[in-house]
């Protein structure tokens, strides 16, 4: 190795966003650093000891597909998964698990200090390094300077952070941490568009307080399904959350004194998630229910914390012992950690490139929450994506990008880039479109093809991938060609119209009251099939019908995607954009004509003639010579 | 890009009734059409030609010039027909619909610009000339429908978008947070009813707002009354002709007489059916029969009686016309002021019935009376939502998982968000952060 302070890539921070990018940058071969003011805060869950659930499940998913880290870790670390919605249909699950924080900060500092091509260095850092426009590196607080093609900052609240609690105010990034002056102001200085947001923590409390024979518990699933792809099974014991209530005596306790709150006292000017309201939030909004539920969820196996999840606050110290205490099984409780409200800024993502890199300062990517996002899981798919395009600039390659067809990733750096965000954003399975497509149990199929190509993905994950791959292709030529007719069908007494048409078992399985278990019994050549296998096929049987229906919006889509967009296009140039119009192209300056259509309030209108200024363009330069 | 193309067709002229009406049409299948609708079945390039325009009966629409500008030499750069109709309504609405049974679809506002643009046939000064026209196109569109509708097409529209919104909310709450204690888990009973309460609607106003298929088809208009009253003289008289055979003789008509007249513009069969009666005639008895159903189909009842007898009752409808017959016969004062008062025989007072049964028949597209272009999306949007939302209803009943039943009403609400304005995710998001308390 050359001179140990010269990197193709710097990532900054050593959360979420950080690991993921660090190490898909290191993945494809860029000499990668990591800086952190403290290793061993490396992979630290800051606030709800979980990982997954709806769409942010299907995220984790996604990112190991591409062979990122979360899920692996995840997997090592879970102690109580669960799959959501199991009621419901494949594409909806949610996988989801309770995380040991300790074992997941062991698993992920593992994996991150023994990385190829990946350097942990530990540092503050107080500046970029800025040669010719563009980021050459870092200025650390040690006085070092770093040098790199491309910096990753994923610092997440550190721009202004305030904490709230009660009349209380510490600036920080987290309890206990140090916000970065320097490299705020630097951030500042480039006068990127900002915007405040909030969120909120509930107290932490002693377990062996909790009087938990009271409570009803939620235990975790008999078979724990694992996140990755390359994980067999969970070694990791089980454990339940309880489950508790508020009740009209914790709720006459928060509205007596919801004045004292941060965010009712107009302390706070953020906005915060509307799917995760504070306690104060839930009381004022839906005065007419009398309880809301509080699960209780153990922080680890060996770790005594509880994480009461539901009931974040910014209400004074002693209002919040009094009002935890007023809570079924909690009324002996010992907290901790009181509840905080946290303010900080965010820079709007609409200044970002779809490959998360500043548009003003080539070289430059942000991932995390410093776009205006929340949960882990946001945090690393865009980790991911912006470690991936800080090695491939690097490198002088263009952006990899994801389209909303094919990726909850692609759906969230799009959302993001394209609309901003006005609260904290998170995933939701209602966010993409082609929902029924983009499922979890088929992250590996949609994208590890993808992850190879551009070198994010291992040769172990490779090899497993088409072995699988070749599996899958010949389970569904086999569920293609056994058929049998409506009459033989009925026989079996399944219900299929008796039109005398031959079904094969591929089609019988898109009846819903048809499922693998009679195709089994039918065609004995099936049975003979590995069960995930098996199972995979049902699942794909099942949506192909309106997967072949979604076909024709998809090439839609991408026609317009193929539209591209120049990134130093002069809007102002552009004929009969009315003003409205104009300000909002040159808020997000589009990648292509989809992404413009996509744009809040972008009438047909500009985009035709957006479209038609695009087609001229290339006339009038070779006019020109 | 070789894109697949479908042929449009739209009026390219002002809202009738004008002059001229100029309908344009683009696409693949221009020459098609031409063969299967113009009295030329080819057209000399760039050459006005006089046609007629046949719809898909082969009846005669209309005369006009058409002139065929073969691609690409032409403002989109595909095969482009113009065609010069007289202006009225009912002409360009049936223009219009032949071209789309001979495979045109109507074309999305500044569809003709955009492939126009997406063929490279138009300059930048064009290109920025027509941005702002088509913008103006599209909103004016949108603004002159719901204005003509005096606001209750848009009212309904809202209304339908706010109940799809609501049924999404229930179905992405269930989806999205089902670790919630407060979001609903059993979302069929409610999804159920407002998603069949919602195909009902839209299949009512497809019955009632389907007025361009009246326009081809005609409108319904059936006499009634007792034997005798004098149906059939007041049909002949309407036809100008014997049409129908008349005779002193009560129940001479015998099975329903169905004619086809113009009556101020509009298409109409009028039907004479046999006098409504209690009788043990086996023929008689299933012409009356017969005459019930035609009524129950007429979108406009005229019920004839002897002015010498009284009005009558049976069967009468709000809205229906009441004609005195063979009023010679007696003092005018004796009828009731809201009857019109005829002799049939002598055609008198035939001509104040004609008006009247026009203004009937304005009234009914006046309702309904949105500029035809807009009317006819809707109309195209309503059905593709239709389709989705009888969709959506099988997946729940099937039980399939909520996943489907979304998918499905998802897809309807952005049918009926082309008519109006858009539903994105982040509406039904809001729908239900607003309605559930979410946040464990």
């Known amino acids: 190795m050359s001179d140990p302070l010269e990197f193709d890539i710097i990532v900054v921070g050593g959360g979420h966003a950080g690991c993921e990018a660090a190490s898909a940058a290191a993945r494809t071969g860029a000499r990668t650093a990591l800086i952190t003011h403290k290793i061993e805060t490396i992979g630290e869950m800051s606030c709800n000891p979980a990982i997954g659930g709806l769409g942010k499940g299907h995220l984790v998913r996604e990112i190991d597909a591409l062979d990122g880290l979360m899920a692996r870790v995840a997997d090592q670390s879970g102690i109580q998964f669960r799959m959501l919605n199991r009621s419901k249909g494949p594409a909806v699950w949610g996988p989801r698990a309770q ?94 568009p900002m915007g405040r947001l909030k969120t909120g923590t509930p107290a932490r409390l002693n377990g062996k307080t909790i009087d938990w024979t009271r409570l009803d518990m939620q235990a975790a699933d008999e078979t724990p399904i694992p996140f990755s792809y390359l994980t067999d099974r969970i070694e990791v014991p089980q454990i339940a959350c309880g489950i508790t209530h508020t009740n009209p005596e914790t709720h006459a306790i928060i509205a007596e004194n919801i004045n004292q709150s941060a965010v009712y006292s107009g302390a706070i000017a953020g906005r915060g998630p509307r799917y995760c309201p504070s ?110 395009n800080a090695a491939r600039r690097v490198r ?174 002069d809007y102002r140039a552009v004929g009969g954009l009315t003003n409205e119009a104009r300000a909002k192209l040159e808020t997000v300056r589009p990648a292509t004509l989809g992404q413009a259509a996509r744009i809040e309030g972008m009438t047909p209108g500009a985009l035709t003639a957006l479209l038609a200024f695009v087609r001229r363009r290339p006339d009038r330069k070779k006019a020109h010579g | ?23 344009r049409v683009s696409g693949p299948q221009v020459q098609e059409i031409i063969a299967a609708r113009f009295s030329a079945t080819t057209l000399v390039p760039r050459h006005a030609t006089l046609v007629d325009v046949f719809d898909a009966e082969g009846e005669v629409i209309d005369s006009g010039l058409a002139v065929f500008m073969p691609g690409p030499a032409s403002y989109t750069g595909e095969d482009t027909l113009e065609i010069s109709l007289h202006g009225g309504r009912i002409i360009t609405e049936l223009a219009l619909e032949a071209l789309m049974t001979a495979g045109a679809r109507l074309a999305e506002p500044g569809e003709f610009t955009r492939r126009a643009f997406e063929h490279g046939k138009l300059d930048l000064t064009r290109a920025e000339a027509v941005a702002d026209l088509i913008d103006a196109e599209s909103q004016a569109q949108l603004a002159q429908a719901l204005k003509q509708m005096d606001g209750a097409l848009e009212t309904l529209y809202a209304g339908w978008r706010a109940d799809l919104t609501t049924c999404l909310a229930l179905l992405e709450a269930s989806i999205d947070f089902p670790d919630e204690e407060d979001a609903p888990d059993r979302v069929e009973k409610p999804v159920g009813e407002s998603l069949e309460g919602l195909e009902c609607e839209l299949r009512k106003a497809l019955e009632h707002g389907n007025i361009s298929e009246r326009i081809r088809d005609g409108f319904k208009i059936a006499i009634l009354g007792k034997p005798n009253a004098g149906k059939s003289t007041l049909l002949n008289q309407l036809a100008k002709r014997e049409a129908a055979i008349v005779t002193e003789i009560p129940g001479t008509t015998r099975d329903v007489i169905e004619i086809r007249l113009s009556i101020g513009g509009y298409l109409v069969w009028i039907s004479d059916t046999a006098g409504l009666r209690e009788t043990s005639d086996i023929v008689e008895a299933e012409g009356v029969r017969r005459a019930r159903e035609a009524a129950s189909k007429a979108d406009l009842r005229i019920w004839v009686f002897d002015a010498q007898d009284n009005p009558p009752v049976d069967g009468v409808q709000p809205g229906d016309l009441r004609v005195a017959n063979k009023c010679d016969l007696v003092d005018p004062g004796t009828v009731s002021r809201e009857t019109l008062k005829i002799t049939a025989k002598a055609g008198i007072g035939i001509s104040a019935l004609e008006t009247e049964m026009i203004s009937r028949l304005n009234a009914m597209t006046q309702n309904i009376g949105a500029p035809m272009i807009t009317r006819a999306r809707h109309r195209q949007g309503i059905e593709r939502a239709l389709t989705h939302l009888v969709a959506a209803q099988h997946q729940l009943k099937s039980g399939s998982g909520a996943e489907f039943v979304a998918e499905d009403v998802r897809l309807a609400s952005r049918e009926l968000g082309t008519l109006t304005g858009h539903i994105n995710p982040d509406t039904v998001l809001g729908a239900v952060f607003s309605s559930f308390c979410i946040g464990k």
């Open chain 1, 279 to 388: 306690i104060e939030d839930k009381i004022h909004r839906f005065a007419e229910k009398t309880r809301h539920q509080i699960f209780l969820e153990p922080e680890g196996l060996d770790d005594d914390t509880v994480y009461p999840n539901g009931i974040s606050t910014s209400l004074p110290r002693d209002v919040q012992d009094v009002f935890v205490r007023q809570i079924e099984g909690l009324e002996d409780v010992e907290i901790l950690e009181y509840g905080y409200a946290i303010e900080y800024d965010y820079v709007d993502p609409r200044a970002l490139d779809v490959g998360l890199q500043v548009k003003v300062l080539p070289g430059l990517f942000l991932a995390g929450q410093i776009n205006g996002t929340t949960g882990y899981e946001e945090a690393g798919a865009q980790g991911l994506v912006a470690g991936l």
């Open chain 1, 396 to 569: 002088g390659d263009s952006h990899a990008t994801f389209d909303r067809a094919e990726a909850y990733i692609g759906v969230l750096i799009d959302d993001l880039i394209t609309r901003g965000v006005t609260e904290p954003y998170r995933m939701f399975t209602s966010r993409a479109e082609y929902r029924l497509s983009l499922r979890s149990d088929n992250a590996d199929q949609r994208l590890t093809a993808r992850g190879i190509e551009l070198g994010l993905v291992g040769k172990h994950r490779a090899e497993m991938f088409h072995v699988k791959q070749a599996a899958l292709e010949s389970g569904r030529s086999l569920m293609k060609a056994s058929q049998m007719t409506p009459n033989d069908a009925q026989k079996l007494g399944w219900k299929v119209n008796q039109d005398g048409q031959r079904r094969s078992a591929w089609e019988f399985l898109a009846y819903p009251t048809i499922s693998i278990a009679h195709v089994e019994t039918a065609f004995p050549q099936i049975a003979a099939l590995h069960p995930a296998i098996k199972d995979q096929l049902e699942i794909e049987a099942m949506y192909a019908g309106y997967i072949e229906r979604q076909k024709e919006d998809v090439a839609a889509l991408r026609r317009e995607e193929s539209l591209t967009l120049p990134d130093d296009l």
């Open chain 1, 99 to 192: 995380i040991d924080r300790k074992l997941y900060r062991q698993a992920m500092q593992s994996e991150i200090l023994n990385h190829t091509n990946l350097t942990v260095i530990a540092d503050g850092v107080e500046d970029l390094l800025i040669e010719k426009d563009m980021v050459s590196g870092v200025l650390g607080e040690s006085g070092r300077h770093y040098a790199a093609g491309a910096v990753v900052i994923t610092t997440g609240t550190f721009l202004k952070g305030i904490i709230h609690r009660g009349a209380e105010r510490i600036p920080a990034g987290r309890v206990g941490e140090q916000p970065a002056i320097g490299l705020a102001d630097r951030l500042y200085g480039l006068g990127l």
């Open chain 2, 1 to 23: 890009m070789a894109l697949r193309r479908d042929t449009i067709c739209a009026l390219a002229s002002g809202p009738p009734p004008a002059a001229i009406s100029i309908l």
